[in-house]
Protein backbone atom coordinates (compact mmCIF):
# COMPACT_ATOMS: atom_id res chain seq x y z
CA UNK A 1 0.00 0.00 0.00
CA UNK A 2 1.32 3.28 -1.00
CA UNK A 3 1.43 6.07 1.76
CA UNK A 4 -0.43 9.59 0.78
CA UNK A 5 2.71 11.76 1.30
CA UNK A 6 3.67 15.15 -0.25
CA UNK A 7 7.35 14.20 -2.79
CA UNK A 8 9.28 16.14 -4.59
CA UNK A 9 7.93 14.46 -7.95
CA UNK A 10 4.71 15.26 -6.80
CA UNK A 11 4.96 19.47 -7.21
CA UNK A 12 5.41 21.48 -9.88
CA UNK A 13 8.71 23.70 -10.10
CA UNK A 14 9.46 25.30 -13.07
CA UNK A 15 7.56 28.37 -15.09
CA UNK A 16 7.27 26.66 -17.97
CA UNK A 17 5.08 23.90 -15.92
CA UNK A 18 2.91 26.82 -14.95
CA UNK A 19 2.91 28.22 -17.97
CA UNK A 20 1.18 24.98 -19.51
CA UNK A 21 -0.76 24.94 -17.24
CA UNK A 22 -2.60 28.05 -17.61
CA UNK A 23 -3.11 27.05 -21.17
CA UNK A 24 -4.69 24.16 -19.91
CA UNK A 25 -8.50 22.85 -19.21
CA UNK A 26 -10.39 24.72 -16.34
CA UNK A 27 -11.62 21.35 -14.17
CA UNK A 28 -13.64 23.64 -11.55
CA UNK A 29 -14.35 27.43 -10.55
CA UNK A 30 -15.39 28.14 -7.36
CA UNK A 31 -15.59 31.05 -4.93
CA UNK A 32 -12.28 31.30 -3.78
CA UNK A 33 -10.14 28.92 -6.33
CA UNK A 34 -9.85 27.11 -10.04
CA UNK A 35 -8.31 24.02 -10.63
CA UNK A 36 -6.96 24.06 -14.13
CA UNK A 37 -5.96 20.66 -15.85
CA UNK A 38 -3.02 19.54 -18.03
CA UNK A 39 -0.86 16.72 -19.53
CA UNK A 40 2.71 17.25 -18.15
CA UNK A 41 5.43 18.63 -21.39
CA UNK A 42 7.36 16.85 -22.01
CA UNK A 43 5.52 13.39 -20.46
CA UNK A 44 7.44 12.27 -17.27
CA UNK A 45 9.14 9.08 -16.99
CA UNK A 46 6.65 7.84 -14.26
CA UNK A 47 3.21 9.33 -14.79
CA UNK A 48 1.91 11.14 -11.46
CA UNK A 49 -0.13 13.86 -10.44
CA UNK A 50 1.66 16.89 -9.15
CA UNK A 51 0.35 20.05 -8.12
CA UNK A 52 0.89 23.58 -8.57
CA UNK A 53 -0.54 26.59 -6.47
CA UNK A 54 -1.16 30.37 -7.39
CA UNK A 55 -1.47 32.16 -4.11
CA UNK A 56 -1.43 35.84 -5.13
CA UNK A 57 -0.53 38.44 -3.04
CA UNK A 58 -3.23 40.89 -3.90
CA UNK A 59 -5.86 38.29 -2.90
CA UNK A 60 -4.36 37.27 0.64
CA UNK A 61 -2.59 40.25 1.53
CA UNK A 62 -1.06 38.58 4.90
CA UNK A 63 1.76 36.20 4.79
CA UNK A 64 -0.20 33.75 7.26
CA UNK A 65 -3.27 33.46 4.87
CA UNK A 66 -1.09 33.00 2.08
CA UNK A 67 1.06 30.01 3.96
CA UNK A 68 -2.44 28.81 5.52
CA UNK A 69 -4.24 28.39 2.08
CA UNK A 70 -1.34 26.84 0.81
CA UNK A 71 -0.37 24.24 3.27
CA UNK A 72 -4.61 23.31 3.17
CA UNK A 73 -4.66 22.90 -0.81
CA UNK A 74 -1.22 20.75 -0.32
CA UNK A 75 -3.04 18.63 2.51
CA UNK A 76 -6.13 17.96 0.28
CA UNK A 77 -3.55 17.17 -2.82
CA UNK A 78 -1.63 14.68 -0.35
CA UNK A 79 -4.95 12.73 0.31
CA UNK A 80 -6.32 12.84 -3.12
CA UNK A 81 -2.99 12.66 -4.61
CA UNK A 82 -2.94 8.66 -5.69
CA UNK A 83 -6.42 8.51 -6.71
CA UNK A 84 -6.00 11.63 -8.88
CA UNK A 85 -5.05 10.92 -12.97
CA UNK A 86 -1.89 11.38 -13.62
CA UNK A 87 -1.60 14.72 -14.57
CA UNK A 88 -0.26 18.26 -13.72
CA UNK A 89 -2.77 20.44 -11.52
CA UNK A 90 -3.15 23.87 -10.73
CA UNK A 91 -4.85 25.75 -7.76
CA UNK A 92 -5.33 29.23 -7.75
CA UNK A 93 -6.85 31.80 -6.15
CA UNK A 94 -8.62 34.17 -7.71
CA UNK A 95 -11.20 35.69 -5.08
CA UNK A 96 -10.25 38.50 -2.17
CA UNK A 97 -10.10 36.32 1.32
CA UNK A 98 -12.28 38.12 3.49
CA UNK A 99 -11.34 38.79 6.59
CA UNK A 100 -11.90 35.01 9.61
CA UNK A 101 -10.20 33.79 11.87
CA UNK A 102 -7.51 30.75 10.51
CA UNK A 103 -9.92 28.28 11.77
CA UNK A 104 -12.50 29.23 9.38
CA UNK A 105 -10.17 29.92 6.62
CA UNK A 106 -9.25 26.69 6.76
CA UNK A 107 -12.49 25.02 7.01
CA UNK A 108 -13.40 27.05 3.78
CA UNK A 109 -10.33 26.86 1.73
CA UNK A 110 -10.48 22.98 2.44
CA UNK A 111 -14.45 22.37 1.58
CA UNK A 112 -13.87 23.91 -1.54
CA UNK A 113 -10.50 22.68 -2.87
CA UNK A 114 -11.73 19.00 -1.48
CA UNK A 115 -15.08 19.31 -4.35
CA UNK A 116 -12.50 20.62 -6.72
CA UNK A 117 -10.21 17.71 -6.65
CA UNK A 118 -12.97 15.19 -6.24
CA UNK A 119 -14.74 17.20 -10.04
CA UNK A 120 -11.20 15.87 -11.26
CA UNK A 121 -11.53 12.61 -9.86
CA UNK A 122 -15.01 12.20 -11.32
CA UNK A 123 -13.67 13.40 -14.61
CA UNK A 124 -11.48 10.34 -15.08
CA UNK A 125 -12.01 8.16 -18.07
CA UNK A 126 -12.66 4.96 -15.92
CA UNK A 127 -15.61 6.83 -13.45
CA UNK A 128 -17.32 7.59 -16.92
CA UNK A 129 -18.27 3.96 -17.24
CA UNK A 130 -19.88 3.81 -13.79
CA UNK A 131 -21.62 6.89 -14.09
Known amino acids: MQSATYPKAARLHRPSEFTNLLRGRRVSRGALFTLNHAQPSP ?6 ARLGMIVAKRFAVRATTRNTIKRVIRESFRHHRLNLPAADYLVRLHGKIEPCSLTVLRQRVRQEV ?3 FARALASRPDNKEQR
Open 43 to 48: PLPEPT
Open 114 to 116: DSH
